[in-house]
Structures are given as structure tokens and as C-alpha cells.
């Protein structure tokens, strides 16, 4: 059974940073691209950013690009997202998602496995 179980997220102040961990178990995690989703209040599932199998290629939502880093250990199975610079309106659910594939990827349909989230609220 594939689980994905996402930590880290809290209430920070604008221009603070969080660390968000996805540890994971149930399939072998060096073999999969993984990715960080989020959901806003009223808003649809949105791409955040994506890894490949070995770290190799990442990719960033434009919203989010150079403010968070994506990386992930494979020797303790967790991807992890650096938040920095942190805005009100990147308030949302954060997900964890493993890709159907190797390779780094940012539509939400190529994911096949999905943690509970983990809620980061950004005050002004």
C-alpha cells in the first residue's frame, strides 16, 4: 500500500520560510518522479513543483520560482519543499504526489498517488 504522508506546514508571517517534508512508503521511491500540489481557498488544485527520479530536473510554477526549492533524499523515501519569502496568497493545502513515471512532471494527471495534505496559512 503506497502511503504519502505530508509535515511542516503551520502559520508563518509574510516573508518567513517553512520546510514541508512527504515521507513516503509502499513503492520504491527512487524509481518515481514526485511532485508538491497546492489548493486555495476556492480555488482548483494547482502545480507547484516537480522532481525527477534522481533530482536531476526540477520544475517551478511561475508563482513560485525562485522562492521554493524542491529536493528530495532517496536514501529516507521523502521529498521535501523549501518555502521562502512566503506570501499571503501562497496560503493553501500543500500535497505530495508520486508521478506514474521517472521523470519530473507538472500535470496534475500524470500523478497517481496522493498524500492528505498539510495546511500553511501566510498572514499579512
Known amino acids: 500500500q503506497v502511503q504519502l504522508v505530508e509535515s511542516g506546514g503551520g502559520l508563518v508571517q509574510a516573508g518567513g520560510s517553512l520546510r514541508l517534508s512527504c515521507a513516503t512508503s509502499g513503492r520504491t521511491f527512487s524509481s518515481y518522479g514526485m511532485g508538491w500540489f497546492r489548493q486555495g481557498p476556492g480555488k482548483e488544485r494547482e502545480f507547484v513543483a516537480a522532481?525527477?527520479?534522481?533530482?536531476?530536473?526540477?520544475y517551478y510554477a511561475d508563482s513560485v520560482k525562485g522562492r521554493f526549492t524542491i529536493s528530495r533524499d532517496n536514501a529516507k523515501n521523502t521529498l521535501y519543499l523549501q518555502m521562502n519569502s512566503l506570501k499571503p496568497e501562497d496560503t493553501a493545502v500543500y500535497y505530495c504526489?508520486?508521478?506514474?513515471?521517472?521523470?519530473?512532471?507538472?500535470?496534475?494527471?500524470?500523478?497517481?498517488?496522493w498524500g492528505q495534505g498539510t495546511q500553511v496559512t501566510v498572514s499579512s
Open positions: 504526489a508520486t508521478s506514474r513515471t521517472a521523470r519530473a512532471a507538472y500535470d496534475l494527471d500524470e500523478f497517481g498517488y
Open positions: 522532481i525527477g527520479r534522481i533530482g536531476g530536473t526540477t
